[in-house]
């Protein structure tokens, strides 16, 4: 069973869909047209890249658990990640699958579920199988950007702790709220000028120590976002 070959395959529809190929809601765009002329950052950990399609500034977007625009070794062997777009593709034209105009995926009528086997991507340093550079487990690497956006992030909070902040939480779940939820909850309650807003279908809430301090919307983002 030629086990590489489908696994990249699905991997690269996969990829091609949710990471290269247009959103069908404008959501992140309604999302950038009401902070774009702000002092904003965005962190997320989301590994969609739908925050730079929409053409938020990529200096200011920290994306904590990866991309799946980036392959990374799957040992690892180093410290690095390296883009996909270009090869991504070259696997779907190998399956026959067809790219219009508007980016958007079509699957033939002769489509394939396998890749050639010189398309398995390799790393170029060691030869190494690739992987996505996902946080699944400890083989996740922090490349040199992913340190430079960390590093950006924290010196926007920084600059801004004795401002007028708003800490806007959307969708986020109990799935890794110490990324942003519980530090948002914390600067909340100790920045005098601080106020934490959720907007999230189902999961809208707060803390008892910064209720005074909080907004929670209990409905869809989208349907918020265009009523502001």
Not at 84 to 95: C, P
Not at 129 to 137: G, Q, T
Not at 195 to 202: D, L, S, T, V
Request: proline share 4%; hydrophobic share 35%; net charge neutral.
């Amino acid at each position: 069973m030629k086990k590489k070959e489908i696994f990249w395959a699905y991997w690269s529809r996969y990829i091609y869909i949710n990471r290269y190929a247009p959103i069908s809601k404008p959501v992140y765009n309604v999302l950038f047209d009401l902070i774009k002329d702000k002092n904003y950052f965005v962190i997320t950990t989301n590994v969609d890249h739908q925050f730079q399609k929409a053409n938020f500034d990529k200096n200011r977007l920290f994306y904590t658990q990866g991309d799946y625009g980036l392959f990374q070794c799957s040992i690892p062997c180093c410290q690095k990640t390296w883009d996909n777009e270009e090869i991504i593709i070259k696997m779907l034209l190998s399956q026959c699958c067809l790219i219009d105009e508007n980016k958007n995926l079509i699957l033939s009528e002769d489509v394939k579920m396998e890749i050639p086997n010189e398309l398995i991507p390799k790393c170029p340093e060691k030869g190494e199988y690739i992987s996505m550079n996902l946080r699944a487990d400890d083989t996740f690497v922090q490349d040199k950007g992913w340190y430079q956006a960390s590093e950006r992030y924290h010196n926007f909070l920084r600059k801004c702790k004795n401002k007028k902040v708003l800490f806007l939480d959307l969708g986020s779940g109990m799935n890794t709220p110490s990324i942003f939820k519980y530090p948002f909850w914390q600067m909340t309650y100790e920045w005098k000028n601080a106020i934490y807003a959720c907007i999230n279908f189902g999961e809208a809430f707060t803390i008892e120590e910064i209720v005074e301090k909080s907004i929670c919307i209990n409905d869809d983002i989208f349907t918020v976002l265009k009523k502001i």
